[in-house]
């Protein structure tokens, strides 16, 4: 028998990975203000470019984690009237969002390489605002403008919510909560590496891919453990693409190292960027955390299955 079970690593989470639901209840309303201000602007300013805002990122997931200091929020722009150079386009934004809330100090919008920023001196929370270039798509399908190389991404905000929300139906609180796991064991890898790469939605990705080959969330060692297996035994070398909304053969070869594939647009490798190196130190970060897990759940005291969590998340883990 474990001496570190499921109920452990749910009470674990509860204490040091969740945010806890008075916080997502606050974060969501101070968007929802944010965004009932801009509505209201825009119903008293008919030919205003900027048409819709929609919290997007982890907390419109539910996948935020306890020391979430800022929220997603993306806002659609016509994009007839908007600049198409990155630069320029964040700029123009920044200026139409200050008049849009007059009573907020200059400081407190601030254009950053490829989003806004607005921070809320009472709550000290910041929103991140992204640009989508709108041309009246019913999905909400709009471009993003990438800050690397200028090109325009396809995207829906909506439709992304909505894949998630289908996992999490299927899975109820389990899908999220190994998602948030993951998210905080690469946490602790960053602590050890400020150079280690792995992105959330890469993580949502690899658990929606191995969920629809059977993989079972309700014991999360066991599931760790088989995620961290799967990553180990197949190197991130196996595309994974979804036909929720466009047939798989539509995505292409490309020569990325790794090939996960935006649910949304089937030309959009999310995982585009990443290094032969990058994906190396995935796959032996998860080797580790794989063999701490294995030696965990054989261990013969508590205090030797804590020590070996503790290689997984962190002193934290209690």
Not at 219 to 228: D, G, M, T, V
Not at 285 to 306: F, M, P, Q, V
Request: glycine letters at 4%; charged letters at 25%.
């Amino acid at each position: 028998m474990s001496h570190i079970n499921h109920n452990e690593i749910v009470l674990f989470a509860d204490e040091y990975v969740n945010l806890k639901n008075e916080d997502v209840l606050e974060y969501r309303a101070q968007a929802k203000r944010l965004r009932d201000r801009l509505e209201t602007y825009i119903a008293e300013n008919p030919d205003f470019v900027l048409r819709k805002m929609l919290l997007s990122g982890s907390l419109a997931k539910g996948t935020a984690l306890k020391d979430i200091d800022d929220i997603d929020i993306a806002v659609y722009i016509s994009s007839k009237d908007a600049p198409e150079k990155v630069g320029e386009l964040v700029d123009w934004l920044a200026e139409r969002l200050q008049n849009a809330f007059p009573n907020m100090k200059p400081e407190q919008v601030v254009a950053n390489p490829s989003t806004i920023t607005i921070s809320f001196i009472g709550t000290g929370l910041r929103v991140d605002i992204v640009p989508i270039l709108y041309d009246g798509d019913k999905d909400w399908k709009g471009h993003l403008v990438s800050k690397y190389t200028g090109e325009k991404i396809l995207t829906s905000i909506p439709l992304h919510l909505e894949f998630i929300r289908k996992r999490k139906e299927v899975h109820d609180v389990h899908y999220a909560q190994i998602i948030r796991l993951l998210k905080f064991w690469v946490k602790q890898r960053k602590l050890e590496n400020p150079d280690f790469r792995f992105k959330s939605f890469m993580i949502e990705l690899m658990v929606a891919h191995m969920v629809s080959q059977g993989l079972k969330l309700d014991n999360y060692p066991e599931a760790l453990a088989k995620i961290f297996a799967y990553i180990a035994t197949d190197g991130l070398k196996t595309p994974i693409v979804f036909s929720d909304n466009y047939h798989h053969g539509l995505c292409g070869d490309c020569p990325d190292i790794i090939h996960f594939w935006d649910p949304v647009n089937h030309e959009n490798n999310v995982a585009k960027k990443y290094t032969e190196a990058q994906r190396g130190a995935i796959v032996e970060a998860a080797l580790d955390a794989g063999d701490a897990i294995d030696s965990a759940l054989r261990a013969h005291t508590k205090s030797e299955a804590l020590r070996y969590w503790r290689k997984v998340f962190g002193a934290t883990f209690s």
